[in-house]
T-cell receptor, first 112, second 114 residues
């Protein structure tokens, strides 16, 4: 399933700086998008979501941007903190569909 | 904060054996799911469940798999005759609604088939 792609397997960022994670999708029927964070030995934890009627959603340090024409979304984390070091998954679904399609994940390392 | 709980955290079984993975979803959630992640691969959808029946399933979810909500709190995944390729981390999830509703995941059961 290549419908959701995270082309950067890893990202290293200094504490206090911005982390930008990218995600591309191929299915034009996707209209709900989510970001999850995952620590080792734990399940994915929901971070933030956005529906296709919006192009931005913000929750504290996390902001998701959606560019429907480019089939691209991004997650901005500002400022990055050591506890943000984790694997981040992008996921998407269609409005009449119960399943989420996941990207392969991006491992973020926040350096002190 | 309410959470999805899964037991056991690790299950080792021999090929051909039946295995049951257990989950307790968040109490006010109505939709339940199983996903799995084979080592080094993406998280994959297996099945969704609502109102005591399967609402959607993937190609992976063949006749060897079944789900059940035996009482008001548990949600189980059964694999009748395990294969080596069933070795994976299995995640249970639940959501308040089925669509446009974020899924909340448990910590997973690592299934190892030998």
């Amino acid at each position: 399933d290549q419908q959701v792609k995270q082309n950067s397997p890893s990202l290293s960022v200094q504490e206090g700086r911005i982390s930008i994670l990218n995600c591309d999708y191929t299915n034009s029927m996707f209209d709900y998008f989510l970001w999850y964070k995952k620590y080792p030995a734990e399940g994915p934890t929901f971070l933030i979501s956005i529906s296709s009627i919006k192009d931005k959603n913000e929750d504290g340090r996390f902001t998701v941007f959606l560019n429907k024409s480019a089939k691209h979304l991004s997650l901005h984390i500002v400022p990055s903190q050591p506890g943000d070091s984790a694997v981040y998954f992008c996921a998407a679904s269609e409005s009449n569909d119960y399943k989420l399609s996941f990207g392969a994940g991006t491992t973020v390392t926040v350096r002190a | 904060e309410p959470e999805v709980t899964q037991t056991p955290s690790h299950q080792v079984t021999q090929m051909g054996q039946e295995v049951i993975l257990r989950c307790v979803p968040i109490s006010n959630h109505l939709y339940f799911y199983w996903y799995r992640q084979i080592l080094g691969q993406k998280v994959e959808f297996l099945v969704s469940f609502y109102n005591n029946e399967i609402s959607e399933k993937s190609e992976i979810f063949d006749d060897q798999f079944s789900v059940e909500r035996p009482d008001g709190s548990n949600f189980t995944l059964k694999i009748r005759s395990t294969k080596l390729e069933d070795s994976a981390m299995y995640f249970c999830a639940s959501s308040v609604e089925g669509l446009f509703s974020p899924l909340h995941f448990g910590n997973g059961t690592r299934l190892t088939v030998t």
